[in-house]
């Protein structure tokens, strides 16, 4: 295997774990409702997404306790800038979800595989390859199949507009972590760096929200199954999946890694056809699977094959 088709592997098994976010999260937050109601939305997105970034950023101190005095210059650059592009990112992709659909969402979000080849031609003044051109339309024909995007229903407001915001800064960090000048980083000093960053980025939100001191303890309640989710949500969604990325993207060019991203929705539908009901019978909490439709199969098709055409592409000089 290739060091590229290693990549690109890696890459997808990062959208896997990504994808394990969406049920969980849910879950997770369903749960947290439950033990402390009443509190903001943003109180319990805010605070899930700001605790698993901490711990994991402490996570990864235990195995390099000497990272900050052994720190380059480069990699505190890198590391600030992929965690405040994730960062806001994903406090703009939240608070949109509230104004619109999840699918309208979805959708939106994979736009950062038109705009990273977009920005990529425009600063090498070359177009990308004709197959290349090729998986980012099979790509986002099946992000749009597989949520069941509705153009009729589409409408730009608050939700849409935070949404493609939201891309853009996905779309940074995606670039930011191509570039040359960061190559020989450590790959577990970065993350530290773009965790922490992360989980400050989106402290204010929960902070803001937060009624009372004893709010902040609902992650470590003595109700085990919610710190065993929190836990598992960490480990997966956060400190495995952004190490493949970060360790693995560099190894491919900006168009690819964009383009493999799009297999998060795949993964997402594909669990929740089975893991909500488990989840929710795990922390006590009512959460449905979804039903199975033909639209898994076909638009998960289009993605899983542009996944395979640009892995057997030849890699960009």
């Not at 806001?88 to 104004?99: A, I, N, V, W």
Request: proline residues 6%; charged residues 10%; positive net charge.
């Amino acid at each position: 295997m290739s060091s590229r088709t290693a990549a690109i592997f890696m890459l997808i098994l990062a959208t896997a774990a990504w994808g394990y976010s969406f049920p969980g999260g849910k879950a997770l937050m369903a749960a947290m409702k439950a033990d402390v109601p009443g509190r903001n939305e943003w109180f319990y997105s805010g605070l899930m997404i700001s605790a698993r970034f901490a711990l994991a950023a402490l996570v990864l101190l235990l195995f390099q306790p000497k990272a900050f005095g052994r720190m380059k210059p480069s990699e505190w650059r890198q590391g600030m800038g992929l965690g405040i592009f994730a960062g806001m990112g994903m406090l703009l992709q939240s608070d949109g979800l509230q104004y619109t659909t999840a699918s309208a969402v979805a959708f939106l979000t994979q736009f950062a595989a038109v705009l990273v080849p977009l920005f990529c031609a425009v600063r090498d003044r070359r177009l990308p390859p004709p197959r290349t051109l090729a998986c980012i339309v099979m790509v986002m024909a099946g992000v749009a199949i597989l949520g069941q995007f509705d153009w009729r229903a589409l409408k730009f407001g608050r939700g849409e507009f935070e949404t493609l915001i939201a891309t853009g800064f996905f779309t940074a960090q995606i670039l930011w972590l191509d570039r040359p000048v960061f190559r020989g980083n450590d790959t577990q000093r970065v993350s530290i760096v773009m965790f922490a960053a992360c989980a400050l980025i989106v402290a204010p939100v929960w902070i803001l929200h937060t009624t009372q001191p004893s709010d902040l303890a609902v992650l470590l309640r003595p109700q085990p199954a919610i710190g065993v989710l929190f836990l598992s949500l960490m480990l997966v969604c956060s400190l495995i999946a952004f190490l493949l990325m970060n360790h693995w993207q560099p190894h491919v060019d900006a168009t690819t890694a964009g383009i493999v991203y799009c297999a998060e929705p795949l993964f997402a539908t594909a669990l929740a056809l089975f893991l909500p009901q488990m989840l929710g019978q795990f922390l006590g909490v009512s959460y449905p699977n979804e039903v199975f439709t033909n639209h898994l199969i076909l638009g998960g098709g289009l993605i899983t094959l542009a996944n395979v055409l640009i892995s057997l592409s030849p890699p960009s000089k």
